[in-house]
């Protein structure tokens, strides 16, 4: 009779379990164990079957009475393995002695008896039969094993492997490499084999989604499911499946982050967080930042902010928003995987539906729209941009172009570079033109063009990084980017303002080679345009920004490096140049303090003699812009230009290579590759006549060699470049080539055609140095 009575007992708990599970029990009462897809059936179940219980916190215990994971079959299969002992032979594929790492008080290690089954790890007391099982880990293809290092071979002298289950690890030790490597193997083997595992809120997303026509299921799914409902409790394990164990063996190490079931539910704790918080931007963006270093989460936060926008009992509060406004940030910064999107897209239906003319119909109409438009992110959304969007607003953004304009326009979360240039070439009638433009971004000393696809929100972001660390100033610019014709630009338009502003960039980073009296034409004429006529009451700005420096410092340092006649009572020592006399650490120099004051007076004749040849060559511009009384600003700029173009490679983007080798065996160092409209060409730095000059009608392909090597084949030439610029030189290349092909398209007789030549290939682009 008791023992009636003890089975009459389970039966009724277990009843008590299936009723509750019907019914759905409190939020905090749900459980996330993870089922198999092989254990369920596809139609053998309804909806409501999903709903989950109490949750359990003993899995993968030391006891072997109890083992909460995988599925009920794989439950009862280790059940009947406690009651047997140590299992038959026939189902073992690797059994011995390993060292289990055991903490208590203190940490140390103890030996048993490991069996590897098909389901199991288990570990026995000893090897003979009916010894008693100590331990299990079941198997499931989300545990994981990290194999032996060396590391902890010279810390222990043991070779480890760890093994990851839901709860716990095993650390097992070995004295013997290939033992532990053995066993990592058999081990790893097991999980790749085993059938994916799916979590109750998986099932139901897949319910919605087969009964998503109709709406009385749906309702019945989530009225008896309160893991698809708002909560104010805990969540106890992530919604979604993940790999156990640490996160060094797994997506991200070295920001701090726990395990990603972990960090999936600190997640939803920062999302409970947003109804409070006086300020939820920091929270916000501690979210995004997460999803961003751990792709994983992406779905699982879009779950669970799902999850908190449905059925919400005061869903018309500024504390319930917060959830949308998140919800909102995410579908402009990330887009979720196939499965979660389209549930996404039904819940934001269906809250449309049921809430229509409401914030939250807006905040979904929105992020509808939103998702629509969204590509992964590199960065972030700035404080700015967070605020805009929990407005569901848009980014006022300033564009510079050369000289002192700029303009204000709106952009979006989604807004590209491409779209940017378009409107700036609305709005300053350049549509017609032939060139191409781009965006740059820009600081005083630095500039680098941005790529077509580019997202602005990401490029703000960055610059306004940039600008905390390094205090300097940093501001998008629109400019000229493929100079295809000069000749046909009009003298009075906004672009031959352009040319002539880029013209004087280039003039003053030095790189127009042109002699000394052109380019001191070229500063008065810029003082023309200007100032106006002479005054001597007229401010002049530096000379750095008429003149090219690096020229004055050249000179300077040829000066005093040139040998100069020794007082009588110095004689300077045999075989030593005269020069060595102004370097710190001379040989004639036996002392430090001697060094140092040799230094010091150097760098006082070096500052003395730049004030000297500053003043000169100031006062050399003066006397030439007095010369140009009458000069208008278009007279300026024609006459700026007309001295400009009488070099050859005028409308070129120089960069610089550290080195040059082609087939033929030549070989330079510090050359500049002149990228133009017909042409590539290699120059000295400072010499007008180019070196060679390879038609785009002649080169066969080109692309990145290595990680910092350019390569053209021009014929049966491969010429070889080092330089840091390469992504900035396959772009503009690319776009001269495109343009050709437009041309040709058009049927336009253009010089930059040339001869009727197959498009070159474009080498790919290695994703490591080759």
């Known amino acids: 009779m008791p023992l009636l009575g003890v089975c ?20 905090e009462e749900e459980s996330f164990e993870l089922r198999n897809k092989e254990d369920l059936t596809p139609n053998g179940r309804s909806p409501a079957e999903v709903t989950v219980s109490q949750p359990a916190r003993t899995a993968n215990g030391t006891n072997g ?38 903490r208590g008080n203190w940490i140390k290690q103890r030996r048993y008896w490991f069996v590897l089954s098909q389901d199991s790890l288990d570990y026995y007391s000893g090897p003979e039969k009916g010894a008693r099982r100590l331990g299990t880990l079941v198997l499931t293809n989300l545990c994981s094993v990290i194999w032996p290092d060396k590391q902890t071979y010279k810390e222990t002298g043991h070779w480890s492997i760890t093994v990851y289950g839901r709860k716990h690890c095993f650390r097992l030790f070995t004295k013997h490499f290939n033992e532990a490597v053995h066993w990592a193997c058999a081990i790893q083997k097991i999980i790749d084999t085993k059938a994916p595992v799916e979590t109750p809120t998986q099932l139901l997303i897949r319910d919605i989604e087969e009964n998503k026509f ?26 979604l499946p993940f790999p156990y164990g640490s996160l060094e063996h797994t997506y991200h190490s070295g920001k701090g982050y726990g395990s990603v079931r972990e960090e999936a539910v ?78 996404l897209r039904f819940h934001l239906k269906r809250i449309q539906s049921h809430s229509p003319e409401s914030e939250m119909d807006n905040y979904a109409s929105f992020i509808s729209e939103a998702l629509e438009k969204t590509k992964c992110r590199e960065c972030v959304p700035s404080w700015e941009e967070i605020q805009m969007l929990m407005s569901r607003q848009e980014m006022l953004c300033t564009v510079h172009y050369p000289g002192p304009g700029s303009c204000q326009l709106y952009i979006s979360s989604h807004t590209t570079a491409n779209e940017v240039v ?48 390094n205090k300097s100033q940093w501001k998008l610019c629109f400019k000229l980017y493929c100079l295809l014709d000069a000749d046909s630009i009009s003298v009075d338009s906004i672009e031959y303002l352009l040319l002539f502003e880029q013209c004087h960039e280039m003039v003053v980073r030095g790189q127009l080679p042109a002699c000394e009296e052109d380019l001191q034409a070229l500063a008065s004429l810029r003082l023309q345009y200007l100032m106006g006529d002479f005054s001597t009451h007229a401010p002049c700005p530096p000379l750095d920004e008429l003149f090219p420096g690096h020229m004055l410092e050249a000179r300077v340092l040829m000066s005093l490096s040139a040998p100069q006649a020794l007082p009588p009572f110095q004689v300077a020592p045999q075989g030593c140049p005269a020069t ?24 006082m004749r070096l500052r003395s003699r730049l004030k000297e040849e500053a003043a000169a060559v100031m006062g050399s511009i003066l006397e030439r812009w007095k010369g140009l009384a009458g000069y208008g600003h278009r007279d300026s700029m024609a006459a700026y230009l007309t001295i400009a173009r009488q070099w050859s490679g005028f409308g070129c983007t120089l960069y610089e290579v550290d080195f040059y080798i082609s087939s033929t065996g030549s070989f330079s160092q510090k050359l500049w590759l002149g990228v ?19 038609p785009y009608g002649q080169i066969c392909s080109y692309g990145v060699s290595d990680s910092n090597t350019f390569k053209i084949t021009a014929g049966d030439r491969d010429l070889l470049f080092e330089t840091t610029k390469l992504t900035e030189i396959m772009q503009l290349m690319n776009a001269y080539f495109s343009a050709i092909r437009r041309q040709r398209g058009k049927g336009e007789d253009a010089d930059i055609t040339m001869a009727p030549t197959p498009t070159p290939t474009l080498l790919e682009l290695p994703s490591h140095p080759v």
């Not at 009385?216 to 919604?239: F, R, S």
């Not at 133009?676 to 390879?694: D, I, K, M, N, P």
């Open 65 to 102: 009475h109890s083992v909460s994971e995988g599925s009920e079959e794989m439950k009862s299969l280790i059940i009947e393995k406690n009651k047997m002992g140590l299992e038959d032979e026939s189902e073992l594929l690797v059994k011995g002695w390993l060292l289990r790492e055991v």
């Open 214 to 239: 109709n709406p009385e299921i749906v309702e019945h799914i989530y009225q008896h499911n309160p893991i698809l409902k708002y909560t104010q409790g805990p969540l106890y394990a992530p919604l």
């Open 8 to 27: 009459w007992f389970l039966c009724c708990r277990q009843g008590f379990s299936l009723l509750g599970r019907d019914y759905g029990e409190k939020e």
């Open 266 to 343: 600190k997640l939803f704790n920062c999302l409970q967080q947003l109804e409070s918080a006086r300020e939820p931007v920091p929270i916000i963006q501690g979210v995004l930042q997460t999803c961003l270093d751990l792709r994983p989460l992406r779905d699982e936060v879009y779950c669970q902010l799902v999850k908190q926008t449905s059925y919400t009992p005061a869903p018309y509060t500024a504390a319930h928003l917060r959830y949308w406004q998140l919800l909102t940030c995410m579908s402009c910064t990330f887009l979720p995987g196939p499965v979660v999107l389209k549930y």
């Open 676 to 694: 133009a409209a017909t042409s590539v060409s290699l120059y000295r730095q400072g010499e007008a006549e180019a070196l060679e000059s390879f």
């Open 580 to 603: 060595q006399r102004f370097l710190p650490g001379a040989l004639w120099s036996h002392t430090a303090t001697a060094a140092h004051k040799q230094k010091v007076e150097l760098d």
């Open 422 to 469: 378009r409107r700036m070439q609305e709005k300053l009638s350049l549509q017609d033109s032939k060139n191409t433009f781009a965006l740059y971004k820009q600081n005083a000393l630095w500039e680098q063009p941005i790529a077509g696809g580019t997202l602005i929100a990401d490029i703000l972001t960055s610059l306004a990084m940039k600008e905390s660390e």
